[in-house]
């Protein structure tokens, strides 16, 4: 409202009477948009509208200070002016930061975005093509921002003009490195824009254009085209996004030139152009032309004129209704004068002081902040080069303020400086009070206020600058905006594929959000090969080198996000890498390598790396194996050969290895075709042979038996030998398995017997009398086949049909003695078992001596009756006979007799020995009655009874000696049971030497 108003009562007032100059500067950090220009009291409207063709509601001025909502400018203390009301300030000090020193740039003003827009130049200050710059800056409120985006190529000399019918800062051609250009651009909204028009100018640089309020839209005029080395003189104008030319139907128009003054007079409604350069005369101009409706006219300007000059500033000034000139180059000298065109005339104005000579530069008006700008531009110094300049200066009024934060966007909590400033003619005292600050800043009254926000949010603030000069004041308000952004923050970061083979690619996508300005990402944590790349999808292929700590390995690969203004924030994810899918050498085989028809075998792949699950592909198998999708593959070949099997394995990336080639050998199964076995028919005891032939298989042969009897270890070898401890009949197997279990089996009877045993051998009776027949004979049984007998130690004439027995005669008298019988069986197989038997033949039993000692007893007294045989078989029994009363038969040799009868016995004794053959012999034994101690008859003791002792033992003797006579008289011992008397044999005849004899021969 307060703003209204003002620009209300100034638009009263015919022309703006312009304070004289004061020099002074202070800080500001609030670019106010709406800051009206201060003037005297009376000042005309010091805001016009877009187009300039009416001027704006006045702003009043304030009487006294007033809080800075009200936003009113008070009214500086008059000054005297000199020759006009054109006030310069120099401002330079308004902005934290300048565009870099530069001339022959571009510039137009922006009124939709309230700025002055500024773009390239020549920045080494000279007409030489170097130092080209392509940035773009823009201008409000005394502060001068860069804008960081893409736009056009760098350039000097292009044309600029705010285009209001389209609704954007328009640029055409320019110099590119000595090369004229003729592409267009639009500049809205903070973005350049290529226009493709159907039509376009010849290419050239150094034209001028404006907009043409009036016909509403933009004009070009002439310029220098450096393929011809030619100046233009043709006139175009832009509208609607169509270049078009103009031809004037008069025909009048400028001659051809470059580096032309052109400017709109709102106040005329006329553009007016003034001088420029003709390289065909290398001169400069200094003639006044008008355009108008299409027409183009020189005017004839009365009184004094500027020097003919290029490049000069050249704008009008509203709140003057006149067209202001400064500077210029004239061929031969830079200028630095200031003159102003209206009605017609041209008038020189003398003001101090104002901004050093320099040409290459512009002055735009600033319609919101109600001053004319000019920057740079470039200065001739005392016998050198033009030298590029950065300064800012104002036409206007002579107190303004201003307000930028160091950093116009930050993060929070971050610090951030508010720089507000003041320049004002003369040398007032300033005061600065600040509205609108972001929580977590406290204002106070001094020109630098730093602090950290701890909001996000965009805040307005704004600056109230007093200026005090004595007794007068004044007032100018700024604002800036801030914009406190959240911490930048990592809202997604992915890696696709995150498990992957060596030498693949892996992509890595980081969103973030938040932060100021963010224009920086990096990564860590990456394989060795990966740069980080200030980007948010980073594409990367594992190689360039071994994987540290084998495979798989795992990258933590990190993302950082980094703002305009340092605030990071990170991310992490991770990244599993694996070998490439692959088979080691010797890792894909079957098992085994070779192997019989019919049988099993694996196809084994120790396939390691690649990122699973794999794939297994196989090829040339044998008939009978069937290909699947399995590292381990089992195979039954039905065929045999020699097969080349190849693997190729493939992992869930597409990544494959191979193929991998394996030989498989296919034999046919193994054969018994040979079992022999030796004998096949044995006694238990016996050894046995079992050879087995075998034929084909893999590899060498194992050989296993079963059916063996027992005592008969299995063996592995093709041989077995063996003993059989038992007897039976056994069906002996032989199973013959090669190397990879192939196997044959056959068999053989095998019948064991038990060995011949001879049950019985020897003679009826082993111990016999001459002239008996001796009759040997054997058992035996078992054995294999027919059983053969051999005797041997036989008496001499042994014979017998019966191969098992032999009848031996003992008759003759070499016969007596003792034998050693030997017998030896013999099976069919050869097994031989013996046994031994003794024979005794003895001449025939005869008693030597029969005697009764004492041959007379009384009864009651004993008598020793004493049996001695010769001869016979041996195991003799003894039969006593005609014993006395008293006396019983024994059968022993030796015979106690008490007698306890009277009388003269005839005692006999009779030997029988084994053989059945007796001896028999007789004696006398008298026996008397007993005498009594007192003389009774008897036998009495002591010497009274020798004699009759003597005389028994003398018939005794004769007795036998009658014996043996008559014994020897019949030829032989007598037969029982004729009695035989007591008799002694003569010795017995010496045996015969052994002799064997055998049935069989």
Not at 15 to 39: H, K, M, Y
Not at 202 to 227: I, K
Not at 393 to 406: A, K, R, Y
């Amino acid at each position: 409202m307060v703003i209204a108003v003002l620009l209300l009562l100034t638009s009263a007032l015919p022309r703006l009477e312009w304070p004289a100059q004061a020099s002074g500067a202070g800080l500001s950090n609030l670019p106010d948009r709406l800051a009206p220009w201060s003037g005297t009291a009376g000042a005309s409207s010091p805001r016009a509208s877009v187009d300039g063709r009416g001027p704006a509601p006045a702003i009043p001025s304030c009487p006294h200070p007033a809080t800075p909502a009200a936003r009113c400018v008070p009214a500086l203390p008059p000054t005297p002016l000199q020759n006009s009301s054109s006030t310069w300030l120099n401002i330079t000090n308004l902005s934290i930061r300048l565009p870099v020193a530069r001339g022959c740039y571009g510039s137009a003003y922006d009124p939709v975005a309230r700025e002055i827009v500024l773009f390239g130049g020549c920045a080494a200050g000279t007409e030489t093509h170097n130092g080209l710059e392509s940035d773009t800056w823009t201008f409000s409120q005394g502060v001068w921002t860069r804008l960081d985006l893409p736009g056009p190529p760098g350039r000097q000399f292009p044309s600029m003009a705010y285009d209001a019918l389209d609704g954007y800062v328009l640029l055409f051609g320019g110099d590119s490195n000595g090369v004229a250009l003729n592409d267009t651009w639009a500049f809205s909204a903070g973005h350049w824009t290529s226009l493709s028009p159907p039509v376009s100018p010849p290419a050239r640089t150094q034209a001028m254009s404006t907009y043409d309020t009036a016909d509403q839209y933009v004009l070009l005029f002439g310029g220098y085209n450096t393929t011809s080395f030619s100046d233009q003189s043709d006139t175009w104008r832009f509208a609607a996004g169509v270049w078009s030319p103009i031809s004037p139907a008069n025909g009048t128009k400028p001659s051809a030139r470059q580096s032309s003054s052109i400017a709109y007079d709102s106040g005329d409604r006329e553009v007016v152009l003034f001088g420029g350069f003709k390289v065909t005369l290398l001169t400069a101009s200094n003639d006044t032309w008008a355009y108008r409706a299409g027409q183009w006219t020189k005017l004839a300007t009365p009184g004094l004129v500027p020097k003919a000059r290029e490049q000069a500033a050249f704008e009008y000034i509203v709140p003057l209704n006149r067209t202001l000139l400064f500077g210029g180059d004239s061929v031969i000298a830079v200028l630095g004068d200031l003159w102003e065109f209206g009605n017609g005339r041209w008038t020189p104005l003398s003001k101090a002081p104002l901004p050093s000579a320099r040409t290459e530069t512009a002055l735009v008006w600033d319609a919101a902040d109600r001053y004319a700008v000019l920057f740079g531009g470039n200065a001739t110094p005392p016998n050198g080069p033009p030298a590029p300049l950065a300064d800012s200066w104002t036409v206007g009024p002579n107190f303004t303020s201003s307000i930028e934060p160091f950093r116009p966007m930050i993060d929070v909590r971050q610090s951030v400086t508010y720089y507000a400033r003041a320049v004002a003619n003369g040398s007032p005292l300033f005061s600065f009070r600040y509205d609108g600050l972001p929580p977590g800043c406290v204002a106070a009254g001094q020109s630098t206020l730093s602090c950290a926000p701890t909001a996000v949010g965009n805040f307005s603030t704004t600056i109230n600058v007093t200026a005090s000069w004595g007794s007068t004041t004044a007032w100018s308000i700024a604002e800036t905006n801030l914009t406190v952004d959240p911490l930048p923050s990592i809202t997604s970061l992915t890696v696709t594929p995150q498990v992957l083979d060596y030498n693949q690619r892996f992509t890595v996508r980081l969103v973030a959000a938040g932060g100021t300005g963010v224009e920086r990402f990096s990564y860590s944590g990456t394989p060795s090969n990966c740069p980080s790349l200030n980007t948010t999808v980073l594409n990367c292929t594992v190689n360039g080198g071994p994987i540290p700590g084998g495979y798989p390995h795992v990258f933590q690969v990190n993302g950082t996000v980094t703002d305009s203004l340092g605030g990071r924030n990170q991310s992490s994810v991770n990244v599993t890498v694996n070998a490439d899918p692959g088979i080691p050498f010797g890792a894909f085989e079957p098992m085994p390598r070779s192997t019989d028809v019919g049988l099993w075998t694996d196809f084994v792949s120790n396939a390691s790396g690649g990122t699973g699950p794999l794939t297994f592909d196989y090829s040339g198998l044998p008939s009978g194996c069937a290909p699947a999708n399995l590292s381990i593959l089992p195979c039954r070949p039905a065929v045999t050969g020699t097969f080349t099997v190849n693997l190729t394995v493939i992992d869930s990336t597409g990544y494959s290895s191979g193929p991998t080639a394996t030989q498989l050998v296919v034999n046919p199964r193994p054969q018994i075709i040979g079992l022999a076995l030796t004998p096949a028919t044995l006694d238990a005891g016996q050894r046995f042979t079992l050879v087995t032939t075998v034929a084909n298989g893999t590899g060498p042969v194992t050989y296993g038996y079963s059916g063996l009897p027992p005592g008969c270890a299995p063996s592995a070898t093709p041989s077995l030998t063996c003993v059989p401890t038992s007897m039976g009949n056994f069906t002996l197997q032989v199973t013959a398995t090669d190397s990879v279990g192939g196997s044959a089996t056959m068999t053989v009877r095998l019948a064991v017997h038990s060995d011949p045993v001879i049950e019985r051998f020897g003679p009826v009776a082993g111990h016999v009398d001459r002239n008996q027949t001796v009759v040997v004979s054997a058992t035996a049984a078992g054995g294999t086949g027919n059983l053969t007998y051999s005797f041997s130690g036989l008496p001499k004439g042994c014979s017998g049909a019966n191969g098992s027995s032999v009848v031996c005669p003992t008759n003759d008298q070499t016969a007596l003695g003792s034998y050693d019988l030997r017998l030896r069986v013999t099976d069919g197989v050869g097994f031989i078992v013996t046994a031994s038997a003794q024979l005794q033949v003895s001449s025939d039993p005869r008693v030597r001596f029969f005697t009764a000692t004492p041959p007379t007893v009384a009864t009651g007294e004993s008598s020793l009756l004493d049996v001695v045989v010769y001869g016979g078989a041996g195991g003799f029994a003894y039969v006593y006979a005609g014993l006395p009363p008293g006396c019983a038969s024994n059968d022993t040799s030796t015979l106690t007799c008490v007698p306890d009868g009277v009388g003269a016995f005839n005692v006999s004794v009779q030997a029988t020995d084994l053989a059945n053959f007796t001896a028999s012999a007789n004696l006398r034994l008298e026996v008397n009655l007993s005498v009594s101690p007192g003389g009774s008859p008897g036998w009495a003791s002591g010497s009274g009874n020798l004699p009759w002792i003597a005389i028994g033992i003398l018939g005794a003797a004769a007795f036998a000696g009658l014996g043996w006579f008559v014994w020897r008289r019949r030829g032989g011992a007598p037969r029982l049971p004729e009695p035989e008397t007591t008799s002694v044999d003569p010795a017995p005849e010496p045996p015969t030497p052994e002799e064997e004899y055998s049935p069989e021969g």
